[in-house]
């Protein structure tokens, strides 16, 4: 089992920067790599980032020039830095871990961009 915690959403104003944190727990392998995706209202779940456990990062080109995802092994988060916020980023971000047999998903959290 691998637990998910998405912490430190809010309301920011658009052009301000957030950072969110993922906290993984559990028998997480090296197969699996954590991601971040987003829900916008009315939206798909759309990709947004992911890291290995390897520290490879991969970021989708959508927000590529304003998103930075990184991992910390010792205290086992996954942080998602943003900058220059703008109100399509709206939504309910997630983290899960991806690449085993099954896929864990966090609860998340909700980032609001007000323009």
């Known amino acids: 089992q691998v637990q998910l915690v998405e912490s430190g959403g809010g309301l920011v104003r658009a052009g301000e920067s957030l950072r969110i944190s993922c906290k993984v727990s559990?028998?997480?392998?090296?197969?699996?790599?954590v991601a971040w995706y987003r829900r916008a209202p009315g939206n798909e779940r759309e990709f947004l980032a992911s890291i290995t456990r390897a520290g490879d990062t991969y970021v989708a080109a959508a927000v590529k020039r304003r998103f930075t995802i990184s991992g910390d092994t010792a205290k086992n988060t996954v942080d998602l830095q943003m900058t220059s916020l703008q109100s399509a980023d709206t939504g309910v971000y997630y983290c899960a871990c991806l690449g085993g047999p099954k896929e864990y998903w966090g609860q998340g959290t909700q980032v609001t961009v007000s323009s």
């Open positions: 559990g028998r997480v392998s090296s197969n699996n790599a």
